[in-house]
């Protein structure tokens, strides 16, 4: 097997389940030192120690800039960041969507990997580059009723990407986006009939797979993709490029 990430450390936010564990797994796989975190001490420490080098960070990344800024240091030196964490909101009309849902979708979503970002991007810079790989979303990029704010949070982080890719390319940090489509997650069990409804005419008929995902982020990090800058990779089955969902 490929140890296309060997010698490397990457911390990735929000993976003590569903796609952001698929990546700390695949990561983990492919010879780099994880740093899973979360809320979740006992789902983090379950999650590293099924993994060959890893350890677990708590982080309540919606608590502000004092804590992520002491979860950076306590992250120490990375390689690889993966801005994956996500407040998740759905199915809410605009009109019904209140202002606490706002700000903590704001605070997650947007906030967060803003800061995240500032705090380690200057350490990778030291030690000559990295890879900034931000888990966006297909919501991002095409409107679905119920998803105003939790689209506009995800265009706010592709829009970021590209504007970081622009301030730190030159340093050799390259930055990118995976939007994921539609994918087989626990939080996703209670739609996942809507779900396979919206993917059913899509050309690959079915939901993403978490490992799939976890694999372009593999290869969004690593030299495979030396000259990938600002990109955003769609991993939805052909959803986006062949349809209108409604």
Known sequence: MSRRLQ???????????????????RFAAEGAGVIVSGRREDLGVEVARGLKNATFLRVDLGAGQEAIEEFAAQAGDVDILVNNAAYLVGGKATADTPEDVIDAALRTNIKAPFLLTAALAPKMRAKGGGAIVNIGSINALTGMPGSALYSATKAALHAMTAAWAAEFGPH???VNTIAPGPTAVEW????????????????SRRLSEPDEIAKAAVFLASDEASHIHGATL?????????TITS
Not at 188 to 203: D, F, M, W
């Open 188 to 203: 996703s069990k209670p739609i996942r009939g809507y779900l396979e409804r919206i993917v059913a005419t899509t050309p």
């Open 7 to 25: 010698g490397r450390t990457a911390l990735v936010t929000g993976s003590t389940s569903g796609i952001g564990r698929a990546i700390a797994e």
């Open 234 to 242: 769609t991993v939805d089955g052909g959803l986006t490029a062949t």
């Open 172 to 174: 050799g940090i390259r």
